[in-house]
Structure formats: C-alpha cells, structure tokens
C-alpha cells in the first residue's frame, strides 16, 4: 500500500509564489506518472501538471509558464512549484501517482489548500 502526503500549501497574494511537495511511502515499481491535480469548489478536478518516471512532463493549459513540475524517483518526492500565483489558482491541490506498466495502480493524497487573495 502507497500511502501520499501533500504539504506545502497555504494563503498567498497575487502575484506570489508557493512551493508544494508530495512523498510516496511504500514500495512503488514500474513505469509510473506523479502528478498534481486541483478542484476548486463547483468545479471538476482539473489536472496541473504530471511527470513520468522518465521525466517527460505535461501541464494544464491554465499554467504554462506559470507551474513547473519535478521529482525525484530516488526519494518518491514530486514538487510543484507555482510562479505568479493568481486568484483563479485557488483550489484544494491533489498529489496522484498513477501505475502504467506493468501494473496499474492509482493513489491520492488528502489534498493540501492553496488560496490566492489579497
């Protein structure tokens, strides 16, 4: 059993930068992809951003430029730090991992808050 913990997260004025992290514990093998997803109230879960475990990543368009997304498969950490922060931004920020190959698995974090106001 995976099991991921977010943190990171808090209240921010536009404009502003917030760094949130995720660790994985437990053992996780084979091809993979780490992500971050978000869901602000009334809204679906909208993706952000996911890195595979060869490094090829892929962001939300809402953040292009904005969010950069990284990892590290030696500790199971994956990083997402968020560059000029607007209200819009606001949302509960999900850590995933999602198995590809060989074998498929899918875990969440509990979510970590992230408020842009001023």
């Known amino acids: 059993q995976v099991q991921l913990v977010e943190s990171g997260g808090g209240l921010v004025q536009p404009g502003g930068s917030l760094r949130l992290s995720c660790v994985a514990s437990g053992s996780i093998s084979g091809a993979n992809l780490m992500g971050w997803y978000r869901q602000a109230p009334g809204k679906q879960r909208e993706l952000v951003a996911a890195?595979?475990?060869?490094?090829?990543?892929n962001y939300g368009g809402t953040v292009k430029g904005r969010f950069t997304i990284s990892r590290d498969n030696a500790k199971n950490t994956v990083d997402l730090q968020m560059n000029s922060l607007k209200p819009e931004d606001t949302a509960v920020y999900y850590c995933?991992?999602?198995?590809?190959?060989?074998?498929?698995?899918?875990?969440w974090g509990q979510g970590t808050q992230v408020t842009v106001s001023s």
């Open positions: 995933n991992l999602r198995g590809l190959w060989p074998n498929g698995y899918d875990y």
């Open positions: 890195v595979l475990s060869s490094g090829v990543t």
